[in-house]
């Protein structure tokens, strides 16, 4: 890292919350949209459409830069990324959500699909679709997800059944599924990790 850059990190990581957003949207736009929340300045949902335009665009440049890191090396060496990428997708969502991330041999990043929307406290995943887009994408591996918008992150009796049916029927194909997290708000639970797959 150059000593420019670690000297700027350095600066910008001393600021507040409130001198940070001040640099990123100006000082008006601070005082108008920032109320003590990070989440709620990035988060763009039907009731906060009236966010400078740049709090999205950061976020999204955020979400890119996380993928591109686990494109370039093995997810499996950058949980850390994994977990931010899916903070930051689920991040405001309103409605529970079924994601896909789609791996190579090396468990690199391919793909990053949402398959299914569903409603607050459900989503109707089909797996004869989920085989489709593995195939489509030419993995070799994949990571599901899916949001908790009630904001606890622990699976369900059917969270549990359906990651199986998942497992299973990626088998036949030869595609692998190394995890299943849960996000709710700014918790991530590992279906791996609790020793569910």
């Not at 999205?56 to 686990?70: D, G, K, P, Q, S």
Request: glycine share 4%; hydrophobic share 40%; charged share 20%.
């Amino acid at each position: 890292m150059k000593a420019e850059t670690i000297k700027l990190h350095a600066t910008y990581s001393n600021l507040s919350d409130t001198e940070l957003m001040e640099k990123l949207i100006g000082v008006r736009q601070t005082q108008k949209h920032y109320h003590g929340s990070l989440s709620e300045m990035f988060t763009t949902s039907q009731s906060n459409n009236s966010l400078p335009a740049r709090c999205v665009v950061a976020r999204e440049l955020v979400r890119r830069w996380l993928n591109e890191e686990l494109k370039r090396d093995c997810v499996l060496n950058a949980p850390e990324a994994v977990r931010d990428c899916l903070r930051i997708h689920f991040a405001g969502r309103e409605h529970e959500c079924f994601v896909a991330m789609f791996l190579d041999a090396q468990h690199r990043l391919i793909a990053t699909h949402e398959l299914f929307r569903g409603t607050l406290t459900q989503t109707s995943v089909y797996p004869r679709e989920v085989v489709k887009a593995a195939l489509r994408e030419n993995a070799a591996a994949v990571i599901f997800s899916h949001n908790h918008p009630s904001g606890v992150a622990e699976p369900s009796q059917s969270d549990q059944q359906l990651t199986t049916t998942l497992k299973n029927a990626l088998a036949l194909v030869d595609v692998r599924v190394l995890d299943h997290f849960i996000v709710a708000g700014t918790s991530v639970l590992s279906f791996a990790e609790r020793g569910f797959i």
